[in-house]
């Protein structure tokens, strides 16, 4: 078994997926978590401060893990038919400074992306590594709309 | 109209809300968007590192938003019911942090708060002010499961 670190070249970065954020997905997302108007109504966004309806940043940041899974899944096939098994990913501990740095509208497509950044051993937790990963995503227009760096715990 | 500041008592822990975690909820949530099978399957989860069925961080972090806004709502009711205009918050442009503290199993109760830490003017943008607020949620045993700081824009 390799681990993140052998696997994954530092810096590199990794384009895990796309997703089209159409009216009824932001809806039905705000609906449950984040009823503002901007969220709900396309004639009520358009006189808001974004303008147009557009998908709340929760919905955003739920769309990369979204892409991740489906991505690690494959990744993890790839590897088998290789003959080679993929590193064993746990849970995350969770992330830090993460930005929504453009309105993600009805219509768009985020294509996100994964970038290793680090790995280090965890002294309290022997076989356990955390991993620092650049989370990413970028619009149809090649704006980037979101960014955050999460750990994610690795058995190794 | 008062500002966030003249209105909030910084440091003072308001409860927003609480949110009941039923198993269909939790595999609802991450069907869409974290389909992992701790996050799926009863029984595949108590093989797993955690023991149990348990929400998805990003439906546990969504949930915070679900009870800010409607907390907010009912902010803006009472405070107009006496003759009050409520603070102009607008969109967030992200937050950091974010710790996943303890899994959120199927059947527990999340009671989220907010506490007003600062606000500060942008010398870019007249009229906007930047509030930091800190963001948590403690499961019906008093432990905390997840923590984050928020920053929000202010109309003033």
Redesign the interface.
């Known amino acids: 078994m390799m681990t993140m670190e052998e696997f994954y070249a530092t810096g590199r970065r990794t384009v895990i997926g796309s997703l089209t954020f159409t009216a009824e997905d932001i809806v039905r997302f705000a609906r ?5 108007p901007f969220h709900l109504d396309a004639e009520e966004a358009r006189h808001s ?2 303008g147009g309806l557009c998908a ?3 919905h955003t ?3 990369w ?2 892409c991740f ?1 489906r991505f690690w899944k494959d990744e993890q096939r790839r590897l088998a038919a290789e003959g080679l098994q993929a590193p064993r990913l ?11 740095l453009k309105p993600v509208y009805a219509g768009d497509i985020v294509t996100y992306a994964v970038t290793f950044l680090e790995s280090r051993t965890l002294a309290s937790r022997p076989g356990w590594r955390i991993n620092t990963i650049l989370c990413e995503g970028e619009n149809q227009h090649g704006e980037a709309v979101i960014r ?1 760096e999460s750990k994610v715990i690795e058995f190794v």
């Open positions: 449950d978590f984040d009823p503002q401060l974004f709340s940043g929760w940041s739920a769309g893990m979204q899974v746990g849970p995350s501990p969770g992330f830090r400074d993460l930005k929504w955050f």
